[in-house]
């Protein structure tokens, strides 16, 4: 059961020490990662209202829909996001893990679906990392892709992260409290909990992490995510997308 948008956020903001830190100016940086996608639409809609941007991290990921992320299906929905201001970024093309090296210039990339394992080495990390982006662009010609990527998880190896340099591509992390456990499980971090923290330890220069959906989770943390923004918006924050660079997480 969803709460009204406004009792959560009026809620969150009556916290002590929230109500004096209304008006503190700051940035963050809001970026989304591909998932299941059942309340993308709903996602994208909040951040339209209020005027957010943010920074998207594709990969060929399945959704409820029983397709993919990066199939021409979607196309509407990725050109909707360019022309709303939104940025993009690589998130990989089929969203395995890194789990370890095997010596320079070799990185082990496992499924967790068990789809498969191998290892990687140089072209074939490029071609991993270039593959999402020459994909939605495909669909969005006019989509501004940033030289950044996210391994799965946040999870990358020494020599991933080399190999990936040697792309042209820097790897984008968050910050701790810019995690917003929306694929935690819900009976243990309910919606308001998830709020209330993300709303007393968010601070200036955050990058925050969701997805547009989480398949596992009950308790979606779509219903929380406009109350999150205007609790947000109403300290004082604004909303950027990440420079070209990066920030340091």
Same mark, same amino acid.
């Given at each position: 059961?969803?709460?009204?948008?406004?009792? @959560?956020?009026?809620?969150?903001?009556?916290?002590? %020490?929230?109500?004096?830190?209304?008006?503190?100016?700051?940035?963050?940086?809001?970026?989304?990662?591909?998932?299941? *996608?059942?309340?993308?639409?709903? $996602?994208?809609?909040?951040?339209?209202?209020?005027?957010?941007?943010?920074?998207?991290?594709?990969? !060929?990921?399945?959704?409820?829909?029983?397709? #993919?992320?990066?199939?021409?299906?979607?196309?509407? +929905?990725?050109?909707?996001?360019?022309?709303?201001? !939104?940025?993009?970024?690589?998130?990989?093309?089929?969203?395995?893990? +890194?789990?370890?090296?095997?010596?320079?210039?070799?990185?082990?990339?496992?499924?967790?679906?068990?789809?498969?394992?191998?290892?990687?080495?140089?072209?074939?990390?490029?071609?991993?990392? *270039?593959?999402?982006?020459?994909?939605?662009?495909?669909?969005?010609?006019?989509?501004?892709?940033?030289?950044?990527?996210?391994?799965? %998880?946040? $999870?990358?190896?020494?020599?991933?992260?080399?190999?990936?340099?040697?792309?042209? @591509?820097? !790897?984008?992390?968050?910050?701790?409290?810019? +995690?917003?456990?929306?694929?935690?499980?819900?009976?243990?971090?309910?919606?308001?909990?998830?709020?209330?923290?993300?709303?007393?330890? $968010? #601070?200036?220069?955050?990058?925050?992490?969701? !997805?547009?959906?989480? #398949?596992?989770?009950?308790?979606?943390?779509?219903?929380?995510?406009?109350?999150?923004?205007?609790?947000?918006?109403?300290? %004082?924050?604004?909303?950027?997308? @990440?420079?070209?660079?990066?920030?340091?997480?």
């Amino acid at each position: 059961m969803r709460l009204p948008r406004r009792a @959560l956020a009026a809620a969150a903001l009556a916290l002590p %020490g929230l109500a004096a830190a209304q008006g503190r100016a700051g940035r963050l940086y809001l970026t989304i990662d591909t998932g299941w *996608s059942r309340e993308a639409e709903e $996602i994208a809609a909040a951040m339209r209202r209020l005027g957010v941007r943010a920074t998207l991290f594709v990969a !060929h990921e399945p959704t409820f829909r029983g397709d #993919r992320q990066l199939d021409e299906s979607w196309a509407p +929905f990725w050109r909707a996001r360019a022309a709303e201001g !939104h940025v993009f970024a690589s998130h990989t093309w089929r969203h395995w893990y +890194f789990q370890g090296d095997a010596g320079p210039g070799r990185t082990r990339y496992v499924s967790r679906r068990n789809e498969g394992a191998e290892v990687l080495d140089q072209p074939a990390l490029c071609a991993e990392l *270039s593959r999402p982006v020459e994909a939605l662009r495909r669909m969005v010609p006019e989509a501004v892709v940033l030289p950044l990527w996210r391994a799965p %998880g946040g $999870i990358l190896t020494p020599e991933a992260r080399r190999m990936a340099a040697a792309c042209g @591509l820097t !790897h984008q992390g968050w910050t701790a409290n810019g +995690f917003l456990g929306d694929e935690l499980p819900s009976d243990a971090h309910p919606n308001a909990a998830l709020l209330r923290r993300a709303l007393a330890s $968010i #601070r200036d220069g955050e990058v925050l992490v969701m !997805h547009w959906g989480v #398949r596992s989770r009950r308790e979606p943390f779509a219903g929380v995510f406009a109350p999150l923004l205007e609790g947000l918006l109403a300290r %004082g924050f604004r909303f950027e997308t @990440l420079p070209p660079e990066g920030r340091p997480t």
